[in-house]
Structure formats: structure tokens, C-alpha cells
């Protein structure tokens, strides 16, 4: 149960005691009693939210929050283009932020697949939407996973302090998520994190290049006109696991299952498609 004021915090006054203090934890491992759903919610219409959390306790949920309204499409479409029967399998919501966020819901199969939330797309620290009048949240893109939770259609207007509602607009109900692989899931992950805004070190100015006498480094030499991923890396063991050598997803040698790196779908700031290795 959630607190109708736009806090989104447990309703503490509806919740179990532990040591004398009301605690949501419990349910982090166990599904609430039928006798409890009925002293939450019955007869509370508008009083009391609903949440839904994630993890093992609700069959391996995982939901992916995108907090940015104008990154929902672009998210979407990128899926899309990289995994187009994937979209099918997602419950979508949208949230109550103006305009509309969306949290995709799915089951991932698979032991201990689903996490803690990771943050996957954030805003850089010099970004003036962190700064008043805005006072954005820094992350964009992130999983609600184990131990976390999110607000579900069904609370009431007054759980948010837009006082809009979440809604149900695509995909599978609520009632009937559907379950993706282990792939898909970092296929999920992977394009999230293509919209990351933070800077990191490899951002920094590099240094002076050295020049043939065409113009070009012996590296970009080798990058534009050396043997191709596969060329490369087949030989020593890396499989490709869905896509092609050109745009796809690929695993290391001795890994028996899941995604190492992809070649080809993450593009550098000229727009030439890169090797991106996950670890």
C-alpha cells in the first residue's frame, strides 16, 4: 500500500510491525495474505496507492523506468531496430509525469537474472535540467529489480503530485506479464544505456594524433580498412548470438550463455559503428 500525498512512500500505518515499527521489507520475500490485500484496499477507493515490486518475490520482475519523456520513442524505435519482436513481449505504462514517462514491464527466466536497480542512462553533472527552474532527476533510464518497487495502474491520482494517473497503454496486462531471455534482457539494458549522457574519461579532448601523409592514424587506417570483427575475433573463440557480424550480439570465448558485446549497434561520435565490450 502507498501513501495518496505524491510521496510515494509505504503507507506505514497500513503495514505489519517489527520491533514495535511498521516495515515493508517482509515483502521483499513474501507475497502478502489475502487477509492483508483485504485491510489494504477494500473499501479504500482514493485513499491508498498500489505498488509492485520486483524480483523473485513477483516471478523474476524486472521494469525498466524511462524518466525522460522525450527518450520513450526513441528508446522504443531503437528496440525496434534491434530486437523488433521483443516489443511484443513488454506490458507498457505510462506515468504520470507531463509529458508521460513509461515503465515496460517483464519476467526474466532464469535464476537470480533480476537485481538490485542499475541505472543504466543519466544526465551529466553540467546539465543545466539538473539546475532550478527544472530540478530534474539525474537518471534517465533505469530497472526497478529486487527489493525495488514501482507505482501500478489502479492508485489514485493524488499518489503522484501531478495528480495524473498510470495507465496501461500496450502489451500484455498487468495480470498476464510475459517472460523474456536472458539475451533480450541485456538486449533491454544495452540500448538503455545507449542514451547515457554522463561524460566519462574517454570524453576528454585525445591527444594529438599522428598523421600519414593522406591524413589518416594508422589507426583509423586499420578501423576503416583492416580485416572485420569476425575476421578478428571468430579465430579466437567469440561466437556471434543473434544479428550479424556487422550489427549483432556476440559472447566470449567460454561463456555459455548470455551477451559479451555487441559489434556494430553502438555508434562513435561520427557515427561509425564500434565493438562494445560490457565488462
Not at 65 to 73: G, K, M, N, P
Not at 169 to 178: F, R
Not at 207 to 226: E, L
Request: charged share 25%; proline share 8%.
Amino acid at each position: 500500500p502507498i501513501t495518496a500525498d505524491g510521496s510515494k512512500k509505504p503507507d506505514m500505518d497500513r503495514l505489519p510491525l517489527v520491533d514495535g515499527k511498521p516495515v515493508w521489507f517482509p515483502f521483499q520475500s513474501r507475497l502478502p495474505t489475502d487477509g492483508e490485500l483485504v485491510d489494504w484496499f477494500d473499501g479504500q477507493d482514493g485513499e491508498v496507492g498500489i505498488a509492485i515490486l520486483g524480483g523473485l518475490v513477483s516471478g523474476n520482475l524486472e521494469i525498466i523506468d524511462i524518466d525522460e519523456a522525450e527518450l520513450v520513442e526513441p528508446y522504443l524505435d531503437k528496440i525496434r531496430e534491434v530486437s523488433p519482436e521483443l516489443l511484443a513481449n513488454l506490458t507498457m505504462v505510462s506515468t504520470p509525469r507531463s509529458p508521460s514517462g513509461m515503465h515496460l514491464y517483464y519476467r526474466v527466466a532464469g535464476e537470480e537474472a533480476v537485481s538490485t536497480g542499475h541505472k543504466l542512462a543519466g544526465r551529466d553533472k553540467d546539465d543545466p535540467k539538473l539546475k532550478h527552474p527544472y530540478k530534474r532527476s539525474p537518471v534517465l533510464i533505469e530497472t526497478r529489480g529486487e527489493a525495488n518497487y514501482v507505482l501500478a495502474p489502479g492508485c489514485p491520482g493524488r499518489c503522484h503530485i501531478t495528480g495524473k494517473l498510470y495507465r496501461h497503454i500496450n502489451g500484455p496486462q498487468l495480470v498476464d506479464i510475459q517472460s523474456v531471455t536472458l539475451i533480450q534482457q541485456q538486449t533491454l539494458h544495452m540500448v538503455a544505456k545507449f542514451f547515457d549522457r554522463r561524460k566519462k574519461a574517454a570524453d576528454k579532448p585525445a591527444p594529438r594524433k599522428i598523421t600519414s601523409a593522406q591524413g589518416r592514424s594508422p589507426i583509423d587506417h586499420f578501423d576503416q580498412d583492416g580485416p572485420s570483427w569476425m575476421e578478428i575475433l571468430a579465430p579466437h573463440g567469440w561466437e556471434l548470438v543473434s544479428g550479424t557480424w556487422e550489427q549483432g550480439q556476440i559472447k566470449r570465448p567460454g561463456k555459455d550463455t548470455g551477451v559479451s558485446a555487441t559489434v556494430g549497434i553502438v555508434k562513435g561520435a561520427d557515427g561509425s559503428p564500434l565493438f562494445h565490450n560490457f565488462s
